[in-house]
């Protein structure tokens, strides 16, 4: 999967921009190119969507179907969700939200994002935690232009994420393509974490700690992006633990 989202709409930690991506070469490129560099690994198999300049999210079909990790992509109410892997407790999420039980992992995302975002009944962190599986998703809400990003904390599927040519975000599952679009600006997503777009980077764990960056060099020694790591000694002084999704920006971890 690939999404781009503009810096307008999504801001990246600033540890993950490196100089040396502007120094040396290759040099990053631009979210069109990035996407256009999938299209072209995955000619036959990709389904991509843009929305305006705003964002794109690209879906490529597994190779193999009966595959543990499923990739799915789907959208309702102008909500979209991306999806890779597998939730165990699919069945008794779906009962939870009043939901079908065919219901898939992509689906039942959207509806748990429509729910913290209109009513906010639990803490969006509680929401992510009460995910068993092994996961990573995207979802992005075109009508109110906010993103939302989460890994599991079993370290099975693995997502990256970088800073495009023009300071636009990039999220994929495809190492190869994060690096040939973020140049020396990316780094892995960290496990147990999630990303909003108002509220920034937290762990969905530990919701009351402080995050760190941590520096990341290549095989080479050179910069490229950084670790973010929960700080297990320094804790946020205050957390509100219920809300909409919209009123995350009331707890930025790096305020």
Not at 1 to 11: I, R, S
Not at 15 to 26: R, V
Not at 206 to 233: L, Q
């Amino acid at each position: 999967m690939l999404a781009t989202f503009q810096k307008a709409f999504a801001h990246p930690p600033e540890e993950l921009n490196s100089p040396a991506s502007q120094d040396g070469s290759p040099r990053p490129l631009l979210p069109v190119e990035t996407l256009n560099d999938l299209l072209s690994r995955h000619p036959h198999d990709t389904f991509s969507m843009s929305f305006g300049d705003a964002a794109v999210l690209a879906y490529v079909r597994p190779d193999n179907p009966f595959s543990p990790q499923q990739r799915l992509f789907c959208g309702f109410d102008d909500i979209y969700c991306l999806f890779v892997g597998r939730l165990n407790n699919l069945c008794t999420l779906n009962r939870q939200y009043g939901l079908t039980m065919g219901t898939s992992e992509a689906m039942f995302l959207i509806e748990a994002y429509r729910t913290l975002r209109d009513r906010g009944p639990y803490p969006a962190d509680q929401v992510v935690k009460d995910l068993d599986g092994s996961f990573a998703f995207v979802i992005f809400d075109n009508r109110a232009g906010s993103v939302f990003v989460a890994l599991g904390s079993d370290g099975t599927v693995k997502l990256f994420w970088g800073i495009a040519a023009d300071g636009s975000m990039v999220i994929s599952d495809d190492l190869q393509v994060i690096k040939a679009g973020c140049a020396r600006s990316y780094a892995p997503f960290p496990t147990g974490f999630m990303f909003h777009s108002e509220g920034g980077l937290m762990s969905f764990e530990h919701p009351m700690n402080k995050i760190r960056a941590m520096p990341r060099v290549d095989s080479e020694g050179v910069p490229c992006g950084a670790y973010f790591k929960v700080d297990i000694y320094a804790r946020i002084n205050s957390l509100p633990r219920r809300g909409s999704a919209a009123n995350w920006t009331e707890w930025d971890p790096h305020s």
